[in-house]
T-cell receptor, first 113, second 109 residues
Framework: DTGVSQNPRHKITKRGQNVTFRCDPISEHNRLYWYRQTLGQGPEFLTYFQNEAQLEKSRLLSDRFSAERPKGSFSTLEIQRTEQGDSAMYLC???????????FGEGSRLTVL | RKEVEQDPGPFNVPEGATVAFNCTYSNSASQSFFWYRQDCRKEPKLLMSVYSSGNEDGRFTAQLNRASQYISLLIRDSKLSDSATYLCVVKSHGNKLVFGAGTILRVKS
């Protein structure tokens, strides 16, 4: 399968714990995006990378959230000291700079108890 | 005010009907516009881009009105398989794509 891959698909954690999600984009895509989606809402932008550079980060993203894309390939999104309000689907997408079409992964669903 | 606003619906229509969705955006400097489709519990997928001159893809027609800052999607001859959430997407400053909350379409037999 050459699509965007995310893992884990589901994560249940207790409040205060740290969680990390991984995204493997389509191999030739140089842009990688993280979005968060809650029920009844559209995807909410969190951050994006062009190659290994993090070019934009949402003002809504607190200091507990950090994303990396160390070699310009896969990316990780870490949430520290999780809160119940962090419960959501975390979507990763990749694209080619030239076309701009986003290809999404199936998402990582986080439940914070 | 949200950057991209859509009527959440749901729009309940019979098979064969024509249905239209509108979307408004607040950033007049927005350059690119798209409609994505999201099936229940699935990831969003690109339905079509929206060009200034309007564009058509089979039963789907997208229009852009820059003066009024709205985008529309028209679906003709609705099929059961068209049932989904339709997300209006605007490329804001930089390369950030901003999604609306989506419009739910339910096509009934």
């Amino acid at each position: 399968d050459t699509g965007v891959s995310q893992n884990p698909r589901h994560k249940i954690t207790k409040r205060g714990q740290n969680v990390t999600f991984r995204c493997d984009p389509i191999s030739e895509h140089n842009r990688l995006y993280w979005y968060r989606q809650t029920l009844g809402q559209g995807p909410e932008f969190l951050t994006y990378f062009q190659n290994e550079a993090q070019l934009e980060k949402s003002r809504l993203l607190s200091d507990r959230f950090s994303a990396e894309r160390p070699k310009g390939s896969f990316s990780t999104l870490e949430i520290q000291r999780t809160e119940q309000g962090d419960s959501a689907m975390y979507l990763c997408a990749s694209s080619l700079a030239e076309t701009g079409e986003l290809f999404f992964g199936e998402g990582s669903r986080l439940t914070v108890l | 005010r949200k950057e991209v606003e859509q009527d959440p619906g749901p729009f309940n229509v019979p098979e064969g009907a024509t249905v239209a969705f509108n979307c408004t955006y607040s950033n007049s400097a927005s350059q690119s516009f798209f409609w994505y489709r999201q099936d229940c519990r699935k990831e969003p997928k690109l339905l079509m881009s929206v060009y200034s001159s309007g564009n058509e893809d089979g039963r789907f027609t997208a229009q852009l009105n820059r003066a009024s800052q709205y985008i529309s999607l028209l679906i003709r001859d609705s099929k059961l398989s068209d049932s989904a959430t339709y997300l209006c997407v605007v490329k804001s400053h930089g390369n950030k794509l901003v999604f609306g909350a989506g419009t739910i379409l339910r096509v009934k037999s």
